[in-house]
DNA sequence: CAACCTGTTCGCCA
DNA sequence: ATGGCGAACAGGTT
């Protein structure tokens, strides 16, 4: 489900919890999202410590504790946090909760896809240094996206889309919302692309991104009708443009939908 | 019962 | 060494 919009809202959902203790954690540490981490160690350290705050790279989470304590969190494909009742009893998928005397903190996950990450210490951990500059900022400009489609001259441009290295965040639905305005063929190779196409899509991605963070990303509000998002499930799905059908394959492994009169 | 899935990582091959 | 691609991960839904 999530892509970086929706990630946002997902990572504010557990706000309300700013400033207040951890008083007990339910871990499920058997559980496939804890691949690679300790999970005795994540509810020892975060009891009695407070959420300080939280921030967001690409699809990534990370969230502050006090005394020196990190969790990570990564959506994957069916990855959900929530807020509930203190006297919430945790379901079937729930594999994390964070109790504090107000309310509890999950995260579900029902196809585990997901992680969650755990670190102890003064620095951010290692898997948070490093990253791609954010897309809804100066860092990524033309000189950054240039280089990295040139890094994969071969690729379709949908593969490069995906990558989280150069693209953090965009997902299967945000790359086809990108090639759609932008007008490009998902398929087209990297070194086909014209100088006109390769701005148009550096241009259609800062502007996806920028729109669906103030739809989604504050509210989970759908973005405008005009957007493809709203017809690529459907059967019969059109353009928005001139409502020709869409058409649908698989590119760069992952169901796939533009507009062949848009799009070459 | 089979095919499919808004994500990432791994191993194989060029 | 680097890049491209298919499979695998787990469980639910169509």
Redesign the pocket.
Known sequence: ???LA?VEWFRKQWDAGRGREVIDVKALSS??VFRGTDGNALRQNLIDQKLLRSKRS???MLFEFSGDNWLGI?????GKTRVESSDFQSG??DHLVLCQRERALVFND????GQVRFHHGEDKPDWWKDRPPEIDSREFDQKFFNEFLG??????IK??L?M?SGFPG????MADEILWRAKVLPSKR?HKLTARERSAIFRATKWVVRRSLETLGKDFSDPPKSWLIHQK?KRGGICPIHRTPLRHA?V????TAWCPKCQR
């Open positions: 489900m999530p892509e929706e559980k496939y690409g699809k990534q990564h959506l994957g494909m069916t079937k998928h029902p196809r585990q896809l890094r994969h001259r071969k690729a379709p593969a490069a995906l989280q965009i997902g299967n639905w990297i499930w698989t760069a492994g992952r169901t």
